[in-house]
């Protein structure tokens, strides 16, 4: 059975291996040439929580007074980037043509309350090299970082409370609406959620630690080990997930040298048509991609292409096109005054509502609301 010592030891090489790990993936990802903008945010969430272990794993491993001094000149605990990153990372393969915008950068501007106290740390350390302070002054700055990191706590633990909070709706968004999340990022649900706990699981920690009265106590009972194995085991999530994500969209790539004469393309797109304005497909609620696979007698990979590439839609925007397009003229028909709107979405293939809302404000810029107000007033 392990001594108390020992177990810190195993929680402490736990956290240099997670460190470690994180800084792996970080350069594989970032340094890939097939690489996507999703790898890079990736690449950089992981270096920053991989800086974190480690600033961690140091501060508990080597005690002394100048390891503190150089840890807190040192960028290693940027955490009010790591919310956005976490948020951006998922929304850039969730989908997966995003670019990164100029605008995302306001996102990080409170990074500063982790990039002051260093700024400061130098202005004072190059003070105390010039013999304008003393090592006392230098110890009281000290004192003084350890203070301020403590109560940044707080923001850093709303930060990234929120982002996540961000994410999951997305997900959620996503995941009801008809453009749906691929099945191999069905994970990404679990994965919010057990990040959130976390979160829950650092609320309770934070709500004694940030107390002067508690936080010696629960720094000699628990350290931050609560907090910094949890941040382990995602570093090693997000890694390995990240890079199977990294590699499994390389291998697509490879797959799809899809060659079509402009005659072929023309013929898959008058069948595509024509299994939508003659045997009406788009009617069936479920309707999914394989469904006109069969249907036209086509394989999967050869449809999303024309569509994709000559169309300039994704199969679930083309098959909702259709489907508003059938709502329009029903809703105006004067023998469907007795259904509601919602009705007739349902009867056209809609099977959510607020798939449909989104999709008919997308096509027309009106709500169906709007739309009908705007219809019946010109008449």
């Known amino acids: 059975m392990l001594s108390g010592h020992m177990f810190v030891d195993f929680l402490n090489t736990l956290i240099l291996l997670g460190a470690l790990q994180g800084f792996i993936f970080s350069f594989i990802l970032f340094f890939n040439p097939k690489k996507r903008t999703a790898e890079k945010v990736l690449a950089v969430l992981l270096l920053l929580m991989s800086l974190a272990s480690l600033n961690i794993y140091l501060t508990e491993t080597?005690?002394?007074?100048?390891?503190?001094?150089?840890?807190?000149?040192?960028?290693?605990?940027?955490?009010?980037?790591?919310?956005?990153?976490?948020?951006?990372?998922?929304?850039?393969?969730?989908?997966?043509?995003?670019?990164?915008?100029?605008?995302?950068?306001?996102?990080?501007?409170?990074?500063?309350?982790?990039?002051?106290?260093?700024?400061?740390?130098?202005?004072?350390?190059?003070?105390?090299?010039?013999?304008?302070?003393?090592?006392?002054?230098?110890?009281?700055?000290?004192?003084s970082i350890d203070q301020y990191n403590t109560y940044t706590d707080i923001p850093r633990w709303l930060s990234i409370t929120v982002y996540l909070w961000m994410t999951k709706q997305y997900f959620t968004k996503l995941s009801s609406d008809q453009d749906r999340p691929e099945p191999d990022l069905k994970w990404i649900g679990p994965f919010l959620n057990a990040f959130l706990i976390f979160q829950l699981i650092w609320f309770v920690f934070l709500v004694p630690y940030i107390v002067p009265a508690t936080r010696l106590a629960i720094l000699n009972h628990l350290g931050y080990y609560p907090i910094y194995v949890p941040l382990t085991v995602f570093i090693y999530a997000l890694g390995i997930k990240g890079y199977l994500l990294s590699k499994r969209h390389t291998q697509k790539n490879k797959g799809q040298s899809i060659r079509l004469s402009p005659q072929e393309s023309k013929e898959l797109?008058?069948?595509?048509?024509?299994?939508?304005?003659?045997?009406?497909?788009?009617?069936?609620?479920?309707?999914?991609?394989?469904?006109?696979?069969?249907?036209?007698?086509?394989?999967?990979?050869?449809?999303?292409?024309?569509?994709?590439?000559?169309?300039?839609?994704?199969?679930?925007?083309?098959?909702?096109?259709?489907?508003?397009?059938?709502?329009?003229?029903?809703?105006?028909?004067?023998?469907?005054?007795?259904?509601?709107?919602?009705?007739?979405?349902?009867?056209?293939?809609?099977?959510?509502?607020?798939?449909?809302?989104?999709?008919?404000?997308?096509?027309?810029?009106?709500?169906?609301?709007?739309?009908?107000?705007?219809y019946t007033g010109s008449l």
Not at 353 to 373: D, I, M, N, V, W
């Open 62 to 143: 080597v005690p002394h007074w100048q390891m503190g001094v150089f840890l807190s000149l040192v960028p290693t605990m940027l955490i009010m980037a790591i919310g956005p990153l976490i948020y951006f990372y998922f929304c850039f393969v969730l989908k997966t043509s995003s670019v990164w915008k100029r605008k995302y950068w306001f996102h990080f501007v409170p990074v500063l309350i982790d990039v002051a106290p260093i700024i400061l740390g130098w202005v004072i350390t190059i003070g105390f090299l010039l013999n304008r302070l003393s090592q006392n002054d230098l110890l009281a700055w000290g004192n």
């Open 269 to 374: 797109i008058a069948a595509i048509r024509d299994a939508m304005d003659k045997d009406k497909l788009y009617l069936k609620p479920n309707l999914e991609l394989d469904v006109l696979v069969n249907h036209i007698g086509s394989d999967q990979r050869t449809i999303s292409h024309v569509l994709n590439h000559y169309l300039s839609m994704s199969f679930n925007s083309f098959i909702n096109q259709y489907r508003v397009e059938e709502v329009k003229q029903r809703m105006v028909v004067s023998g469907n005054d007795h259904l509601k709107i919602s009705g007739i979405a349902f009867e056209c293939g809609f099977n959510s509502q607020s798939t449909f809302q989104r999709a008919f404000k997308r096509s027309t810029g009106l709500s169906p609301r709007e739309y009908l107000s705007k």
